[in-house]
């Protein structure tokens, strides 16, 4: 390997050093203070780097969020996208009340950064539209596994299946953000139980 390529690879493993760092400075400073009061000259300090490096990597505290948004919203994706392919009504039942669960425990497994992640979606326009996104690609999964139900003959046909996607994505965020905000008195397996027997008794044939 030449000097050259050295010094590139070495400048590239100091710069993801750095957007790490941020990163990690990032999480730190939310949780501690909030979206709202929380600076991007308190997330640069904590990180202990420049601010003309900092810049390179993120233009605000803003943008350093939405990457905060897609890193943890990994875990929820994995969850959505479990393998979906039942062969019977139980089948389908058992597989849909554990992604419910699943998403709603990561949900409080990662609550002070979702507390956050809620204020700023209040508040920023940037991260409006990010949740808008990552919703879309929740009600998109839901909408394929719906379907497919459908085309074999579980669910029944006379709905749509884009809508019953959103109706069902929608009372899951809501019990999601309740949980994070601990305005939930009741247990994640309550919840689960109740929203799963009520979503499919409504769409799956008996």
Known sequence: MSK?????????????NTRKKL??????????YGF??????????????????AYIHFTGKDELLIVLMEDVMKRFYEIAEMHFEPASKEEAIA??????????????????????FAEAIRFSDIAHQKWNEIRERFIEKISNDVAYSQEKGLARKDLNHDLVARNWFALNETHLWDLVNNSNKHSVQEIVRNITTLYTSALYLS
């Open 4 to 16: 050259t390529t050295d010094h590139i690879d070495g400048r590239n493993l100091r710069s993801i």
């Open 23 to 32: 990163l990690e400075a990032g999480h730190d400073i939310f949780v501690e």
């Open 36 to 53: 709202q009061k929380a600076t991007i000259t308190q997330i640069i300090k904590r990180a202990k780097t420049g601010y003309g490096t």
């Open 95 to 116: 597989m849909i009340t554990n992604q419910a669960r699943l998403f709603l425990e990561n949900a409080i497994e990662e609550q002070a950064i979702m507390k956050v």
